[in-house]
């Protein structure tokens, strides 16, 4: 009784050092990396006037009223632009996780050179797609397409593989036991199981095309990334604070719906 | 109608899951194949259809052995053979009817699989065989809102479907309560009975064995240590077959 007592409180203390520990390890790390940078931590005392100047200026005001037409105009061909990445990468993502999953794949080689190039395609930043594509497709919005292509087809076969292995091999199996070729077995079996799980990751894909197609944008002169950058250079604070609101507004609209279409499938 | 012949089979190449396993199932009857987690009776069952490859012996059906077809054979043979499992391994998304129809995949072309063409005949027959298991008025529900019982009941059907002339099921009442157990293992039954069907079934419930099954394999340790007609499996014959061993220890990780 006694030494079953002193195990659950060794085992606590324990615990309860653990967490100490890594808490000290955590403000080390923060003291040595400000350290490095010269950042003086009593800064962020001040932090208030920077954001009163923000509000000041970037709070649309009469003048940038007018810029609606144009701001609208360009938001949605950025959210075009967005879409129709996604949906693309969409595609050729799913052909890519069919061929690639290893529950699914007629060799484990194949399957390692899909996960290694979807691993390549999603590790490049997307601002480094943008800026490389730049140089061969100039400024355009097709250059904002591939940036964001690229980028979401390694993405989505990334999920889209996992999602068909974490499915397993029984229900396969089964339809494999009816004497269903491989093309039935993906097509009746697998892909009305995994049909809601793509859509979501499509749609989380989506909403988060909205707001990468504006940095890209930013980069490759194009939609709304390209005017916020006019206006800004251009010492229009104001619209281009409008430009930051109508971005916000068109994501949050974009996840609104996204929820909505996910709640409809489920 | 099914013949083993010298069975053997490893995982790992190391150790022997199974060793030298032969039986034969007739027609019109029910076969249950009992014993201990981890004997070998799921491995045997998924050899028949070749779902799992097998290292040596010979497994004829219809006189052919299913080890030696190509692809095409292959795929013409699995589809007399029906299958039903612990886990229903229904499509769940999709409705029972259409669960169903899966079962003449085997005799469609890639392209009508792939879209549902089913035509007129194959559609009354699903809704035909949806009755015979006393699911009509489920036909049009999505599996996953049906219970385990009925589910296996599609599952069933689906085998059905097929035309099968063996339905191998495996463990198809472990998840099921006692009542829908009975009713399960009562159209099977009456399956091999009256539709002179062979059915080989695994199974753990001794007693459910010798209620309904007409012969009894016993398997320890992927080997066959009793093979007889159900009134010779004593209770001393039960004790031999769920001996443990100190074999057999090891072997209870290759269940799957």
Known sequence: ?266 | MLTVNHLAKSYDGEKMSLTDVSFSVQPGEVTVIIGPSGAGKTTILRSINQLIRDDEGEILFDQVDMRQLNRAQLRRARSHIGMIFQSYNLIEPLTAIENVLHGCLGTKSNFAGIFSIYNTREKEEALKLLQKVGLEEFAYQQCRNLSGGQKQRVGIARALMQHPKIILCDEPIASLDPKSTITVMDILKDLAVNEGISVLINLHQVDIARKYADHVIGINNGQVVFDDRTPALSDTAVTGIYRKDAHSEGSLVHEF
């Open chain 1, 1 to 266: 009784m006694n030494s079953n007592l002193q195990q659950v409180n060794h085992f606590f203390n324990k615990k309860r050092f653990r967490l100490s520990l890594i808490l000290v390890i955590l403000g080390l790390a923060y003291a040595g990396a400000s350290f490095g940078l010269g950042f003086q931590t009593h800064s962020l005392l001040n932090i208030q006037d920077g954001i009163a100047w923000l509000i000041q200026n970037f709070i649309p005001n009469e003048a940038s009223q007018g810029y609606w037409q144009e701001i609208s105009q360009q938001l949605f061909r950025t959210f075009l632009v967005a879409v129709a990445a996604t949906t693309c990468a969409a595609i050729g993502a799913l052909f890519l996780a069919i061929i690639g999953a290893k529950t699914l794949t007629a060799a484990i080689t194949v399957s390692w050179v899909i996960r290694g190039f979807s691993s390549l395609l999603r590790n490049i930043p997307i601002v480094a797609w943008a800026m490389i594509l730049l140089f061969s497709f100039k400024q355009n919005d097709l250059t904002g397409f591939l940036a964001l292509f690229f980028m979401t087809l390694g993405f989505l076969t990334r999920a889209f593989m996992e999602t068909i292995e974490d499915f397993g091999t029984e229900k396969i199996q089964a339809l494999q036991a009816t004497g269903a070729t491989y093309l039935q077995v993906i097509f009746q079996g697998l892909l009305p199981e995994i049909a809601v799980a793509l859509m979501s990751w499509i749609l989380y894909m989506i909403e988060n095309n909205v707001r990468d197609a504006t940095l890209v944008g930013l980069l490759t002169g194009t939609g709304i990334g390209f005017i916020f950058n006019l206006y800004f250079k251009s010492l229009r604070y104001g619209a281009a604070g409008l430009v930051v609101l109508s971005v916000i507004i068109l994501v949050v609209t974009v996840e609104l719906i996204s929820n909505l279409i996910g709640r409809l499938l489920s």
